[in-house]
């Protein structure tokens, strides 16, 4: 009996700590416009703490647009590579890796050098500790209290 208990305060400590540390977030890029033009990928990148585990989900309609993953100096001067490279789904789902600095456009046309329609963010290592406070963090404090939830319902069952 003791023992069970253990087990389910442990349980329920593990579901309260875990999600600060390895809980990941997925972005949609440009929230409700989605992937397009004429819209401020850098100012929607601001402020946003991108880790390694997290995803960046780029939405659009088939055909219109197109992803893709690409170099710094590319980026600047919108050179589009072979359309072999390009993310073509519509859902394209990309599982940020490495840290470090990652550039993304469209190749459509002149979307990349006339639209805007470019995304260049900074990616941050796993983190350890808790995510800072910030609108983005919202998945991670949802989940979070649901757990803590759970944990408060297995320490009545007790
Ligand atoms: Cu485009």
Same mark, same amino acid.
């Given at each position: 009996?003791?023992?069970?208990?253990? =087990?389910?305060?442990?349980?329920?400590?593990?579901?309260?700590?875990?999600?600060?540390?390895?809980?990941?977030?997925?972005?949609?890029?440009?929230?409700?416009?989605?992937?397009?033009?004429?819209?401020?990928?850098?100012?929607?990148?601001?402020?946003?703490? =991108?880790?390694?585990?997290?995803?960046?989900?780029?939405?659009?309609?088939?055909?219109?647009?197109?992803?893709?993953?690409?170099?710094?100096?590319?980026?600047?001067?919108?050179?589009?590579?072979?359309?072999?490279?390009?993310?073509?789904?519509?859902?394209?789902?990309?599982?940020?890796?490495?840290?470090?600095?990652?550039?993304?456009?469209?190749?459509?046309?002149?979307?990349?050098?006339?639209? @805007?329609?470019?995304? %260049?963010?900074?990616?941050?290592?796993?983190?350890?500790? %808790?995510?800072?406070?910030?609108?983005?963090?919202?998945? @991670?404090?949802?989940?979070?209290? =649901?757990?803590?939830?759970?944990?408060?319902?297995?320490?009545? %069952?007790?």
């Amino acid at each position: 009996m003791s023992s069970t208990k253990q =087990f389910l305060v442990t349980l329920a400590i593990i579901g309260i700590v875990l999600p600060s540390v390895a809980l990941a977030t997925e972005y949609k890029v440009g929230d409700n416009a989605g992937w397009t033009n004429n819209f401020d990928y850098t100012n929607w990148a601001k402020g946003k703490d =991108f880790r390694v585990g997290d995803k960046l989900v780029f939405t659009y309609p088939v055909g219109v647009h197109n992803v893709f993953k690409v170099n710094g100096t590319t980026f600047k001067d919108c050179t589009i590579p072979p359309l072999d490279e390009a993310l073509t789904s519509g859902n394209d789902v990309i599982t940020l890796a490495i840290p470090g600095n990652k550039w993304y456009f469209c190749g459509v046309g002149q979307h990349c050098a006339v639209g @805007g329609q470019k995304l %260049a963010i900074t990616v941050l290592p796993a983190g350890l500790e %808790a995510p800072a406070p910030a609108p983005n963090a919202a998945n @991670g404090v949802v989940a979070s209290g =649901f757990l803590a939830l759970i944990a408060v319902i297995l320490s009545f %069952a007790i």
